[in-house]
Structure formats: structure tokens, C-alpha cells
């Protein structure tokens, strides 16, 4: 035996190894942390900005984008940090994803309180900021906006106010029906209930579907049979039915949480990517 032949053999490969690991070309999406500025509220808003790995080797080629919306309490991080298949849905999809921050606004702009604007923002100056400074496919046919929770409500109801805008709308376990609940901010952006009872009847999405004509989106809503969003999920399908108006529709099992959120974003990702390129309006004629 040679041990100390052994011990020289290791070290080396393991040095090769290190090098090997040093001079490989990085792959994968990568993000990047913007400051987008909203003359709305006059100051900048943090944004992360996705991009797909074949961005860096074609510098022609533009790209659909996803508005990734996060939930109440949340931040335009959460899903770079907790969705742990992002940034391959992103490469195997071949999209670029865009999480700006909402604070807990729902993203509207606010009835009560001037200072929130954030349906101003995520539905006009933000995809102008994006269009300007990222190779995107600038057209509502390649937009499409998807969110969790109360971004699942942001989601649809910044796809139905901002039709010029976007052409598909997904709701991960969207607060979809907010009238049932007085918390997560709501009260600040709505207005107390009993002085202000227009603005939750005017804001929750079962309202806002009855400005959809049908194909005028391609939609698609997903909710765990555990979650406490399941019955307002429930009722904002009936509505859709009832105003006979095409829609994707899921309940897996799962509750409230990124195990749900991670399971059910790949599925997502597909419906979008279905639709990107696809002329709504060219449909509604055949």
C-alpha cells in the first residue's frame, strides 16, 4: 500500500474538480433588483426582473413576460426565494417574469387613500418601464399577470381594468370574493365597511367579472380543496358559468401555502405559455 500515494491522488482530484467548477460557463435565469419610479405615488417601487437564460447568448430575440404577483404581507421577493422551481419554469418556458412590490394594497388604486395607486402602476407605468428596458414582446397578447392570494385577486383584477394590457389572468388561491373578510389591510384601501359599503361591493372580483365579455382573457383559477379562499375560488367559477365565460378551473389538494403554490406554478406556467402569441381577439371571431 501507498498512503501517501493515495492522499496525492485525492488531493488532485479534487482539485481538478475545483477547477472544472471554476472555468464552467454560468447557466440558468437570472434576476435582477430594479427601482422603477410610479409618478402615481412619486417614488420608486423595488421590482424583480427574471430573465431567461438564452437572453445572454441572443441578443435579438424578445420575450413574453409574466407579472408575478405575491400576497398580503409579502414582497416582490417572495418568489425568487420561495418558488423553487422559478427560475426553470423561466429557462424551460422561456419567458421573463417581473415581481414588483405591493405592499398590502390589493393592487388598486385606492378609493380613501390617494397615496395608493398600485392598479396605476402595475397596469401602465411599470409595463411601460419594462417595455422600454427589457426585450419584451411588447403587446397584450404576450403579457400575462399571475399572482397568489391576495396577488391572485390582483391578478384578476388587474387583467379585467387593464384589458388593453394584459391578455391572460391566473389566480393561485385568490382572495377572489374579499366581502367575507375585514383583515389584511383591506379596511385602509376599502374604506370601513358600514361607512363605505360601495367600495366592497365595487371591488371584489365576483362584481368585476361582470365586465368580461367571453374570450376577452384567457383565465385560469386554481385553489386548494384545504384552503380558506376555497368557497369565495368556488363562487368566482359559478360567476364565470353563469356569464358563460371560458375559463381553466382546479382544485387539488393542499392548503394555504408555498407546498400548494410550488406545486401549482409549473401547471400555471404551461396554461400561460399556451396562450402567449395566441390572438384573443382574433377568436371571438370564429
Sequence with gaps: MNPSGNSWRKAALVLSLLLICLFLPLHGATIEKRDVYSDAMKKNIPVNVILPDSSKTDATKRYPVVYLLHGAGGNYRNWSVDARDLLKEV??????????????????????????????????????????????????????????????????????????????????????????????????????RKEHPENWEKYTIINQIDKLKNRDLAISIDCGTEDFFLEVNRAARKKLLERKIEHDYCERPGNHSWDYWNNAFPYAAIFMNKHFTRSLDSSKNR
Excluded at 130 to 148: K, S
Excluded at 165 to 180: E, W
Design 91 to 192: 429557462d424551460k418556458n422561456d419567458f421573463i417574469v417581473v415581481c414588483p412590490n405591493a405592499e398590502n394594497s390589493w393592487y388598486i388604486d385606492s378609493p380613501v387613500d390617494d397615496s395608493c395607486r398600485y392598479s396605476t402602476f402595475c397596469g401602465k407605468e411599470l409595463i411601460a418601464w419594462i417595455d422600454n428596458h427589457y426585450r419584451t414582446i411588447p403587446n397584450r397578447e404576450n403579457r400575462a399577470v399571475c399572482g397568489l392570494s391576495m396577488g391572485g385577486y390582483g391578478a384578476m383584477y388587474l387583467a379585467i381594468n387593464h384589458l388593453d394590457t394584459f391578455s391572460i389572468a391566473v389566480s393561485l388561491s385568490g382572495g377572489l370574493d374579499i366581502r367575507p373578510y375585514n383583515s389584511w389591510n383591506l379596511p385602509n384601501i376599502l374604506g370601513d
